[in-house]
């Protein structure tokens, strides 16, 4: 049977590793979008990596890509530095724009980008593809419809790296570091949570550290958050941390197991009954933020309910505020 479902031409900017594992779910996962074109300051790199998913435009420049008016949704995959003048050059050009985590480097950037969006009525969203997860979503609509109170959030994302100048996790210049690489991530679970729970948070103790010192970017970062809700939020770029993620409250204890970054299995303990959301993937996990950028721009929307501006907003500052206060404000400055 012919496939009728409507399709976005999506458009891939900075052809990485990361870039390839978003081409695969967009090739074979996803139901909304279409591999249009590929960019890259290279030409033959372009065409290299068009051929591999059979996309049949390649091109030797972002400027290229971003005048080609068949393209309407970019994902921006470059290091996380590169992401402003990306963003600025296909907003300008009227495309919708996925820009992978973190965003920007500081939270000025993305008030601006935000406004250039607005401007020229095209949607901007961070790429979070952990909320989008179908077990995390259920994991969220029983929070709120069994009215659950949580009281404590504790998730670590850290994986242990010999200190290499030529890896970008270890490079000033490229806004390395455990903050901007991974800590964005345990940031957005937390805040997505007290924003699903309607909890304003409170303002988190930071404290950083730097294995490597000749590497001038914070090797370890841990957030720990009072209040309503209470948290530790852990990363790291040179030791392997706890995979699983636990949420708790009065009467209910929740594990995301595995990789929470990427959850499939959840274990609920609520009020002395066990269950367990269980939501294998057959793809990578992209595939579902994919679909559901793309189906927001097929629907003409501009903002979505699951990846919230807000929490890029709070991630941002939060992110900012406390490289400045640890000492590393130099990886907070983009590349203009």
Not at 247 to 276: A, D, M, V
Not at 307 to 319: A, F, G, P, R
Request: glycine content about 6%; proline content about 4%.
């Amino acid at each position: 049977m012919r496939d009728t479902q409507p399709k976005v031409k999506w458009g891939i900017a900075g052809l990485g590793n990361i870039a390839n594992r978003f081409a695969t779910a967009l090739t074979e996962h996803c139901r909304h979008g279409e591999l249009y074109a590929v960019a890259a300051r290279d030409q033959s790199r372009a065409a290299q990596f068009a051929k591999k998913y059979g996309c049949v435009n390649a091109h030797g420049s972002y400027e290229e890509m971003a005048s080609n008016p068949n393209v309407e949704a970019v994902y921006i995959a470059t290091v996380h530095p590169y992401h402003l003048p990306l963003t600025k050059l296909f907003l300008t050009h009227n495309k919708h724009v996925l820009v992978e985590k973190p965003a920007f480097t500081n939270i000025g950037d993305w008030i601006a980008m935000k406004a250039l969006a607005k401007k020229n009525n095209v949607m901007l969203l961070e790429a979070m593809k952990t909320v989008v997860f179908p077990a995390y979503r259920e994991l969220k609509s029983f929070l709120v419809n069994n009215n659950i109170q949580i009281d404590f959030i504790e998730a670590s994302f850290g994986n242990e790296h010999d200190p290499d100048p030529e890896l970008f996790i270890f490079n000033p210049e490229l806004a390395g570091g455990a903050t901007l690489d991974v800590g964005v991530y345990g940031l957005w679970f937390f805040y997505d949570l007290c924003h699903t729970l309607d909890v304003t948070p409170s303002a988190p103790q930071t404290h950083m550290s730097c294995l490597h010192e000749s590497s001038r970017v914070d090797t370890d970062a841990d957030f720990t958050f009072s209040g309503d809700i209470s948290g530790k939020i852990s990363a790291s770029i040179v030791e392997n941390l706890p995979r699983s993620a636990h949420i708790r409250g009065p009467g209910i204890n929740i594990t995301i197991k595995e990789k929470w970054w990427n959850p499939e299995c959840i274990e609920i303990e609520h009020l002395g009954k066990k269950s367990t959301i269980n939501r294998r993937v057959n793809g990578n996990g992209f595939e579902f933020e994919i679909d559901h950028f793309s189906e927001l721009v097929i629907q003409g929307k501009t903002e979505s309910s699951i990846l919230k501006s807000e929490i890029t907003y709070q991630v941002l500052d939060t992110m900012e505020k406390a490289l400045f206060e640890s000492g590393y404000q130099h990886l907070t400055q983009p590349r203009r």
